[in-house]
């Protein structure tokens, strides 16, 4: 028989467990606390999930202090785990909650906060042109060895059907969402500044894909500066399942060839990056930051009114803290500042790192503001499996050294600039690409490629394939072995 644990001994396991910083997913890092506490082997009542819902969003929930006192039950649980939410609302409530989600599979929610999802391998964003119905997608980038990018699609393709049908409002979420089959996507391009459409199609299966966040890397000797850059789109250790942290690795290596070869300069790309494990933001951090190492602030985290007293007198004030690593390949001793490339898909860990990081060194945004998540979430799934939903709601704030955290509404760039629909894109690492090449002038100057004007055009952003990422981060808490009373 499973016996519930009480409030403090599921405590423990939080202070074992992990936490995330992930972006929003548009209705949205592991631990697994309260159980069920029924025995049946019959399938689970709605009831019984939103009493675990409940019954954990009153320890770990961020404004736990705001749940109602008389929620619905009867609700599905979904419906009913949004009804509990502080839910943000620019007038009444500006600083309540736009980030937390909850999902019917834990497994799949755990999976895709490793990188592991079924998708086709290629992420894009959506437009809507003014005075029209018609929806346009655009490629962001193909993961390397994807169904998509094996088939040749390429980061600045458009297109403008699925399946033989034409995107429009009524029907793009349908058609993009799919069942998981063969998707046969319908290519436009750009002809004068203006969208053509086509006869070319490609067809694409999607698979269960583990991605590798490190999309690229590269070193550029220009004017004198030794630069470096790297495209990185989601904080993640390494690949799911794995306890070895495959990916934190790779990125210990760049850095040790950016330092190798003298990088005086950075450029990190983290327009697509929308969050994840705090452990590998602590990692990037702590290779980039200037005079940093294992005993400076990289991050102090606010929990509610009901934890904080218990997590401090069990494990002391420094259980708040993140602390820089003292890294070998650490190159802050030649830099002066970093530029970070951004747009309003770069969130949490993202944004993580940009705070930290400031109090040490000179931080540049590039790009559009950002997406302003200045909270940080845990997986919470059900130890007995009976239950197989996880929920990954909001429990803690961040701030960085000097008790900063003032970007709820986003970082703002020094310098704007959009990606467009009718803009012709340029691929990664390509010089005259128009934020790294913003970002090269800032650095030396001058200009490797003309700064184009940017189109006269008026459309909205719908949504992207980004939203859909769960994203996820973690910050692994080292807690001293307690026993656990049942």
Not at 237 to 259: E, R
Not at 327 to 339: P, Q
Not at 452 to 462: K, L, R, V, W
Not at 465 to 473: D, F, M, P, V
Request: aromatic content about 10%.
């Amino acid at each position: 028989m499973h016996q519930r644990r009480d409030w403090r001994s599921a405590l423990l396991l939080l202070a074992a467990g992990s936490f995330l910083m992930t972006s929003c997913k548009k209705e949205i890092d592991s631990i697994t606390p309260q159980s069920s506490t029924t025995t049946s082997t019959t399938s689970t009542s709605d009831q019984e999930v939103n009493k675990w819902i409940i019954d954990n969003l009153k320890i770990y929930y961020y404004w736990n202090d705001k749940l109602p006192a008389n929620p619905n039950n009867t609700q599905k649980p979904a419906d009913f785990f949004k009804s509990l939410l502080y839910s943000y609302d620019a007038t009444v409530r500006p600083d309540g909650d736009r980030f937390s989600w909850i999902q019917e599979s834990a497994d799949e929610l755990k999976a895709s906060l490793s990188g592991e999802s079924k998708t086709t391998g290629m992420e894009y964003q959506l437009y809507r042109p003014a005075g029209t119905d018609d929806i346009y997608g655009k490629v962001l980038y193909t993961h390397p060895g994807s169904p998509a990018a094996l088939a040749g699609i390429k980061r600045g393709d458009i297109f403008y059907k699925v399946n033989g049908q034409k995107l429009v409002t009524a029907n793009y979420s349908q058609l993009l969402a799919g069942d998981g089959s063969t998707f046969t996507y319908g290519f436009a391009k750009l002809q004068d500044g203006k969208i053509v459409t086509t006869d070319e199609t490609k067809t694409v299966t999607p698979v269960v894909l583990q991605q590798n966040p490190i999309l690229m890397d590269t070193v550029y000797t220009i004017a004198g500066k030794t630069i470096g850059y790297f495209v990185y789109n989601q904080f993640v250790p390494g690949p799911n399942g794995s306890s070895v942290p495959t990916y934190d690795n790779q990125l210990d290596a760049i850095f040790g060839k950016f330092k190798a070869k003298g990088v005086n300069e950075l450029v990190i790309d983290f327009r697509y990056n929308p969050g994840g494990y705090v452990s590998s933001a602590t990692n990037l951090a702590s290779l980039i930051g200037r005079g940093v190492d294992q005993s400076k602030v990289f991050a102090r985290k606010e929990w509610n009114s009901t934890l904080t007293p218990e997590l401090e007198k069990q494990y002391g004030k420094s259980f708040f803290y993140d602390y820089f690593k003292t890294k070998a390949n650490n190159i802050g001793g030649n830099l002066n500042r970093v530029y970070v490339l951004t747009t309003r898909r770069t969130a949490s860990a993202s944004e993580l790192v940009i705070n930290g990081l400031r109090p040490y060194m000179t931080v540049t945004t590039i790009g559009a503001t950002t997406t302003g998540k200045n909270v940080g979430s845990i997986t919470i799934s059900d130890d007995t499996k009976k239950i197989k939903w996880g929920m990954q709601p909001i429990v803690s704030k961040s701030f960085n050294s000097l008790g900063q955290s003032d970007y709820t509404a986003g970082f703002i760039p020094a310098v704007k600039i959009d990606e467009l629909l009718t803009q012709d894109w340029k691929q990664f690492g390509d010089i005259s690409e128009v934020m790294l090449n913003e970002a090269i002038y800032q650095i030396t100057g001058g200009r490797t490629a003309r700064r184009p004007a940017p189109p006269q055009e008026s459309t909205t952003i719908i949504s992207s394939s980004i939203e859909q990422k769960a994203g996820g981060s973690n910050m692994f808490f080292e807690a001293p072995a307690l026993r656990v009373n049942q």
